[in-house]
């Protein structure tokens, strides 16, 4: 073996790689973002060979470029060959113009105010769900008493699905999650729920009340958006809104918990809530795989030429833990000084729903550790069930006791 190849050697040359630690992103990262910090590397789920990104100002600089597309329809867009084309008024796969205007049509929906709106509907839905899980006889699953039901609950509220349909809709919501149930079952489901979605949407033309469906049905017409395509950004905000924050309350609380003096640090001075949720949200990243496009015109980027139809795998995981930006970046540290991080993506394609994210994600913790102050994990952190092998990071289970 000669230098060069020794060299090579070095340097992973699939992806995804494995992880060492289930808190922290590969090591293979810090050396990428030091070496080869946009390099080629070969995707195991369709074996397309794509850039792969992983330093902070390169992320930064692609998700904010029009010239990277986010339609899988692109030439060299990394996607499965089997991968169903993204239905009507799935925005977060499309470009502009297309985009725009159904990002527009959702975009007063999501604001500070809509969201301190529900801040009280949230905080009865988790007081309930804590509640009834301290009730319980410990060790219970943390991800079925609490991360899953509370975004699926705040879905409804949201759509306004109406209440003796809503056991329905949250069994549904916890089949597409699962990913123990076939994938066969899984995608009938998702058809079900279209079809509900679609009988929703009837619904709430024919007798408007106060949700987010009845007013993007008033407003539809006049914003050039059609009623299958409305029916499509519901499905988008149940497919956004909820395997997210289910896996980053699941993967957050496991690194409180792992993290004893932040949990103390919180207890004495709840005021820091809000910034400890985005420190976890930087830290724990679950859109572990990270956000993918496609270049439609040749683009330099960092020194190095992307062509016109590569593929690019942006890292946002290895992005927020860029040394360059975050000191100590592997620390969870609530007193931090602020920086954007990548958790919620950048540019047009930014996360609409991350007021509500945090609303959720801060009554939640809050909720969880002033109720039950002895809570800990029910095993050791290795065998607690992590979603290595996901799109969205997280934990499959979450035996938790007190
Ligand atoms: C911790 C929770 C969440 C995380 C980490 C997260 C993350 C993200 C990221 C990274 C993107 C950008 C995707 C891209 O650039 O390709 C995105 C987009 C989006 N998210 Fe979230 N999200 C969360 C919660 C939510 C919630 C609660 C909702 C709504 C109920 C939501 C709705 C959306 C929508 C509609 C888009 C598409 C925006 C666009 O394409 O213009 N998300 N999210």
New binding site residues.
């Given amino acids: 073996m000669d230098a060069a190849d020794t060299d090579a050697a070095r340097f992973p040359d699939t992806y995804p790689m494995p992880r060492t630690c289930p808190l922290d992103p590969p090591t293979e990262y810090r050396l990428l973002r030091a070496e080869r910090p946009i390099t080629r590397i070969r995707l195991e789920f369709d074996d397309s060979v794509v850039w792969l990104v992983t330093r902070y100002a390169d992320a930064q600089t692609i ?1 904010g470029d029009p010239r990277f597309s ?1 339609d899988f329809s692109t030439p060299g867009f990394p996607a499965r060959l089997t991968a169903q084309p993204p239905g009507p008024g799935t ?4 470009d502009p113009p297309d ?1 725009s205007r159904l ?1 527009r049509l ?1 975009l007063p929906e ?1 604001t500070r105010r809509r969201v301190e709106a529900m801040r009280p509907a949230i905080q009865e839905i988790a007081e309930k769900l804590v509640g009834d899980m301290a009730a319980a006889t410990p060790p219970v699953d943390l991800v079925q008493t609490l991360a899953l039901p509370l ?1 699926s609950m ?2 409804t509220e ?1 759509l306004g699905v109406p209440y003796e349909d809503r056991e329905y809709f949250h069994d549904t919501t916890k089949v597409i999650g699962d990913q123990s149930v076939d994938p066969k079952r899984r995608i009938q489901v998702r058809n079900d729920l279209k079809e509900y979605l679609d009988k929703l949407v009837a619904m709430k033309e024919a007798e408007p009340a106060d949700d987010v469906l009845s007013r993007m049905c008033a407003r539809r017409e006049e914003a050039g958006v059609s009623r299958e395509e409305v029916v499509g ?1 519901a499905t ?2 149940m497919v ?3 395997e ?2 289910a ?2 309350i699941g993967s957050g609380t496991v690194a409180l918990l792992e993290n004893p003096d932040r949990v103390a640090e919180l207890r004495a001075d709840p005021a820091k809530l809000p910034d400890a949720v985005e420190e976890i ?1 930087r830290h724990q ?3 572990d795989y990270g ?3 496609a270049a439609t015109e040749d683009v330099e980027v960092g020194g190095q030429l992307i062509k016109a139809g590569e593929g690019v795998v942006v890292v ?1 995981a290895s992005a927020n833990r860029d040394e360059d930006v975050f000191e100590c970046p592997d620390r969870l540290d609530f007193d931090r000084e602020r920086h954007d991080h ?13 007021i ?2 945090r609303v ?2 801060e009554i939640a913790w809050a909720e969880l550790f002033g109720r039950i102050p002895g809570l800990r994990l029910a095993v050791p952190v290795e065998q607690v069930p992590f979603r290595f092998d996901m799109f969205v990071y997280g934990v499959h289970e979450l035996p938790v006791t007190w």
């Fill in positions: 998700l986010s925005f977060i796969r499309m985009h990002r959702l999501l975004p705040v879905i949201l950004i988008l905000l956004a809104g909820y997210t924050i896996n980053q949200i990243t679950v859109i956000l993918r496009r946002v990548f958790s919620f993506g950048y540019g047009v394609h930014q996360c609409m729903g991350q509500l994210a959720q994600l």
